[in-house]
């Protein structure tokens, strides 16, 4: 699923002065939809003169890659299952740097692999890579809503990545 904001193809020219904020998950799997519904009130709130575009996706990393192709950043956001950590609770992820190795594939390969490879390919993928964990508990279970405590959170974890991520979406002067 996706819905970008602007007619413009990744990749274009028009977008490397653009942000792309992602929403990764799958919204029929409960609680693992946080990161698309975060990102779409994320990129509500910025309004209609943002200079940023929507991306709701819940395939691989290496697709994930390929969509971010001619952005000049992206910020990502993500469930995360973490048992210790209460529901709702943001966590900025350091994106470790992988590095293209043979027999990389769709189900194998990790955002930091699939950066590093689209890298060493020449493609034009954004210096700026932040990634945003939301902690959820069980991601398996088949609903199209959000659990009761992650809707009722969902807002202040809006709050939250807008706050890490100041000047998001800034129109370009």
């Known amino acids: 699923m ?3 904001s602007t007619p413009d193809m990744p990749g274009s020219p028009a977008n490397a002065a653009r942000t792309l904020i992602v929403g990764f998950g799958n919204p029929y799997c409960g609680d693992d939809g946080i990161g698309p519904a975060a990102a779409r009130l994320l990129h509500a709130s910025l309004g209609p003169h943002a200079s ?3 991306l709701e996706l819940s395939s691989s990393a290496l ?10 950043q ?14 709702g609770t943001v966590k900025p992820l350091e994106l470790i ?4 190795i043979p027999g990389l594939g769709f189900h194998t390969a990790g955002l930091g692999s699939a950066l ?22 069980e991601p398996r279970v088949f609903t199209e809503s959000l659990s009761a405590e992650l809707t ?3 807002p202040g974890i809006v709050q939250e990545v807008a706050a890490a991520e100041s000047g998001l979406g800034a129109p370009d002067a």
């Not at 697709?63 to 000049?72: C, F, I, Q, S, T």
């Not at 992206?74 to 529901?87: M, P």
């Not at 740097?97 to 293209?100: I, L």
């Open 152 to 154: 009722a959170r969902l």
């Open 97 to 100: 740097a992988g590095r293209a």
């Open 116 to 137: 590093a490879l689209a890298t060493a390919l020449g493609m034009d993928v954004p210096a700026a890579v932040r990634l945003y964990g939301v902690v959820i508990r």
């Open 2 to 4: 996706s819905d970008a």
């Open 74 to 87: 992206a910020v990502i956001v993500d469930a995360l299952v973490d048992e210790d950590e209460v529901v």
């Open 52 to 54: 940023a575009d929507l």
């Open 63 to 72: 697709e994930l890659v390929e969509r971010l192709a001619g952005y000049r």
